[in-house]
């Protein structure tokens, strides 16, 4: 089981910058994936970045080139860097991870989330 502890949300006026943290249970080497997801009211949830257990990082087109997706392997932490932030950011943030792999009983394909965060960018 992991469990995700979200953190950092909170008010920002348009072109500020806010970092959210998102805690793990286990190692982030264990975690095949870890995403950030957002959903604005009346909208479905969507991908805003996620980071693969080798680094690989990718983003929503919407969010490229001010957002960033970072880790510390020795905090078990992943973060979300938000720049240049518009009032379109304002959503619930939520993190995730995906774990994937096998046992003598089967082969597993898990997702976790957070409890989410509020982000509002306003004047």
């Known amino acids: 089981q992991v469990q995700l502890a979200e953190s950092g949300g909170g008010l920002a006026q348009p072109g500020g910058s806010l970092r959210l943290s998102c805690a793990t249970s286990?190692?982030?080497?264990?975690?095949?994936?870890m995403g950030w997801y957002r959903q604005a009211p009346g909208k479905e949830r969507e991908l805003v970045a996620t980071l693969g257990s080798g680094g690989l990082t990718n983003y929503a087109d919407s969010v490229k080139g001010r957002f960033t997706i970072s880790r510390d392997i020795a905090k078990n932490t992943v973060y979300l860097q938000m720049n240049s932030l518009k009032p379109e950011d304002t959503a619930v943030y939520y993190c995730n991870a995906r774990r994937r792999g096998a046992t003598m009983e089967g082969s597993y394909d898990h997702e976790y989330w957070g409890q989410g965060t509020q982000v509002t960018v306003s004047s």
């Open positions: 286990v190692s982030i080497f264990r975690i095949n994936v």
